[in-house]
């Protein structure tokens, strides 16, 4: 069974995952083996070409993926100042 995306629909995964475990246990554990690192080495070579950003991704300095571009420019136009500092605490007389 073949699966094909089309016009950006992912396949029903579901059906995939019970066709994979299905084919490992009906194999002898040398070809069981040899199939897992397939999909394995698949799913590295996949994801080292997709660009899509994942939730959690983050940059080389720690940042999440496209932070900076989700809030350029927010706060123009905007007058924001910071809150004044609230007064000192008054301090107990000994």
């Not at 396949?11 to 002898?28: A, H, R, V």
């Not at 799913?43 to 993926?65: C, F, H, K, Y």
Request: net charge negative.
């Amino acid at each position: 069974m073949h699966h094909v995306i089309c016009s950006g629909k992912i396949p029903d995964m579901s059906g995939i995952t019970l066709e994979l475990e299905k084919t490992l246990n009906q194999l002898d554990a040398r070809s069981a083996t040899l199939l897992e690192q397939l999909v394995r080495d698949a799913l590295a070579l996949v994801e080292r070409n997709d660009s899509t950003p994942r939730e959690g991704a983050v940059d080389a300095r720690g940042w999440p993926i496209g932070h900076f571009e989700r809030y350029a420019g927010s706060l123009v136009g905007d007058d924001w100042q910071p809150p004044a500092d609230p007064p000192p605490e008054p301090m107990p007389v000994w």
